[in-house]
């Protein structure tokens, strides 16, 4: 998950649902079992209240059901790693307000001016986020597999990390492959949108958080998971087994243009390339079948929004067949650019 410093810090956790008649019984209950978390708000509405717990009870609870939610956790003390730092106003003033949580790993990116001081801001995030274990400084993804540069500023351990989004849990690693916390939404909307029978591709997947929830689905016909780091297909095909999904995901080593030629239509396409994408589209929107969708995320600078949209369909094969039919702000990217998510429709 993308966590701004600034905001209540939220925690994925299962939790059990009580009616409001029955619901201090079930606390007690859950308490004497030692199941109920402390470190997680409860949650409460007219129609039930929901308690954080480290794991469902077994047997269940008469009258309860339990389910994952996100959230909010519980501080008593500092709402910000910020405020553990005691930094000159400058630098102070230079302190990200967001960074990346993936599982145990926490990933900041940092201006230069704050290179000295990179142990003490690990330190400060290593304290401030739950269940934290190694702070990176991310220096940028480069070259043609999106590798992020990882400098270790505190804690021990590995990069790889077992992260959870939408009820799954995949194993990542940030060091050898692409994965970015901030797509957990667009990773189920996409999958909400699949119908029966679909044949969807996944290019640029990645370690395939897009493939794998929409193979949860069970129902596209075809599932199609291309990329070319073997680090990157090597975990997709991890996570495929530990979710017992590799049955439905024809996974790919390859690059997107020795897929196409020989890889027919699909009537669903996600194309996650942000800075490199664009190469792609007319060969690409080539194969998407009629009446079928084309999801493309790309860095837009602000400025161009308003137009890039029919700038997008200019370039895809058969314009005229095309439309866009939605432009979602998925995350800022920088002071001057978002992460736009593009939603193409041919006819």
């Not at 190694?134 to 790889?160: C, E, K, N, Y």
């Not at 901030?182 to 493939?211: I, K, M, N, Q």
């Amino acid at each position: 998950m993308g966590w701004d410093a600034g905001e209540s810090v939220a925690m994925r956790t299962w939790v059990v649902v009580a009616p409001p008649a029955e619901a201090e019984s079930v606390r007690r209950t859950l308490h004497r079992s030692g199941l109920l978390r402390k470190d997680v708000r409860v949650a409460r509405s007219d129609v039930g209240i929901a308690f954080p717990v480290l794991s469902p009870p077994l047997p269940p609870i008469e009258h309860t059901r339990a389910e994952e939610r996100e959230l909010p956790v519980e501080r008593t003390g500092p709402r910000s790693y910020r405020e553990l730092l005691q930094l000159a106003p400058p630098l102070q003033a230079l302190l990200p307000r967001a960074f990346d949580v993936l599982g145990d790993v926490v990933l900041i990116r940092l201006p230069g001016e704050l290179e000295p001081h990179g142990p003490e801001i690990g330190a400060a995030l290593l304290s401030f986020v739950p269940g934290a274990r190694i702070v990176g400084w991310d220096r940028g993804v480069h070259g043609a597999a999106r590798l992020r540069q990882l400098t270790s500023i505190a804690g021990t351990g590995p990069w790889r990390t077992y992260h959870r989004e939408n009820g799954l849990e995949f194993v990542v690693d940030p060091a050898v492959a692409y994965y970015s916390p901030r797509l957990a939404r667009e990773h189920a909307r996409v999958a909400s949108e699949v119908a029966s029978g679909e044949t969807v591709w996944d290019l640029c997947s990645g370690v395939g958080p897009f493939a794998l929830t929409i193979a949860r689905q069970r129902l596209a016909g075809r599932i199609v998971a291309v990329d070319s780091n073997p680090a990157a297909i090597a975990l997709l095909r991890e996570n495929a087994e530990r979710l017992g999904v590799a049955d439905r995901i024809d996974v790919r080593l390859q690059a997107v243009e020795q897929f196409l030629p020989s890889a027919g239509s699909a009537d669903r396409v996600v194309l996650n390339l942000p800075h490199e994408g664009i190469k792609y589209l007319p060969s690409v929107s080539a194969a998407v079948a009629p009446g079928g969708t084309l999801h493309y995320y790309e860095v837009t600078p602000r400025v161009d929004h308003s137009m890039r949209e029919n700038a997008l369909v200019n370039q895809l094969a058969s314009p005229a067949e095309w439309t866009c039919v939605e432009a979602r702000r998925v995350h800022p990217y920088s002071p001057q650019a978002d992460l736009v998510a593009y939603t193409l429709r041919r006819k």
